[in-house]
């Protein structure tokens, strides 16, 4: 008897964290599937003034999401990978850009330049704030509302904070 309920229990275990990577896969797909669009939409105005390239797309790798993107703005050309522990993120908004905040400085940015036009450094630092990259598309609160669920599934909570277009 306490071996059938002692695979039972393992058996629990194992479905509710496949139903978790499960969810975990679903908000790599929608930050995925944005960023794509996002990046394929031809502004006449660029307010950023730069062009954005996926080098890694989003993942989740061991509660850590992360995405690594090439920038380039005027002679400045850079690598930067972004990092958050997902239990961190506590709310994602959108002001100019779509993105998570997280608690106690968990964003981790590590940037590394390609082509310098001042005396840029190569280097980590820590934020509250994850830009997701996501920012040229308009009218798209159903994102925030999409990620705030998928978060929700894997069992995590955010908030869905302020969205201006």
Known sequence: ???????????????????????????????????????????EYNHFDDTLRIIKPYAIANGILSIEIESKKGNIHYVEKREVPISEIDAVEKDINVIFSANNDAVKITTTYLKKLYDEKDGTETSSLFFTGIRLQRQNKFLGESLQKAFEKAGY????????D
């Open 1 to 43: 008897m306490e071996t059938l309920f002692s695979r039972a229990f393992v058996l629990l275990i194992i479905c509710l964290f496949q139903n978790i990577y499960a969810q975990e896969s679903e908000i790599v797909k929608i930050l995925n599937q944005n960023l794509k669009e996002d990046l394929e939409i031809k502004a």
């Open 157 to 164: 909570k955010i908030e869905l904070g302020s969205w201006y």
